[in-house]
């Protein structure tokens, strides 16, 4: 099982997502972020990876831990992730497009699930009103169809 990280960029009431222009979640919107690498915190990864998929530099301190979730695949181990998602209120620079990203901002309340991943629904407008969880979700192979699925609230959430 892999870690990775995914942040959201939060203002007034909208959301930063970013829509995905090559590889793994190719053509979804999504948060921004990626995978550890070796020896590297999971506060660094959402750090460097924000800054390489949108130019957008956050300090450690501004990194707001809100969800940790477990993806499970079918048949596809590989893909199988445990999750770290950061909300975060203060950055430096403007959100721009790499080659990896697209951002664009939305409001909270008309997020477009139809082009995001199919547990987003089930989590993200939790986490964007201020909640902590911890969820499991277990998918078919393709990533299209939810098996099952846990979502907890939880007071305090721990970054191992």
Known sequence: MITTTLCFLVRDSTVLLA???????????????GKLKPGESISKTAIRETEEEIFVRIKESDLKHHATLVFNFDSKPEWNQKCYVFLVNSWEGNPAESEEMKPEWFPIGALPF?????????????????????????????GKIIKSKNVSEVEILSLL
């Open 19 to 33: 829509m995905k222009k090559r590889g793994f979640g190719l053509g979804k919107f999504n948060g921004v972020g």
């Open 114 to 142: 139809e082009q995001m991943w199919i547990d987003d629904s089930h989590w993200l407008p939790k986490v964007l009103a201020g909640l902590r969880l911890e969820a499991e979700f277990i998918f078919d192979s393709e």
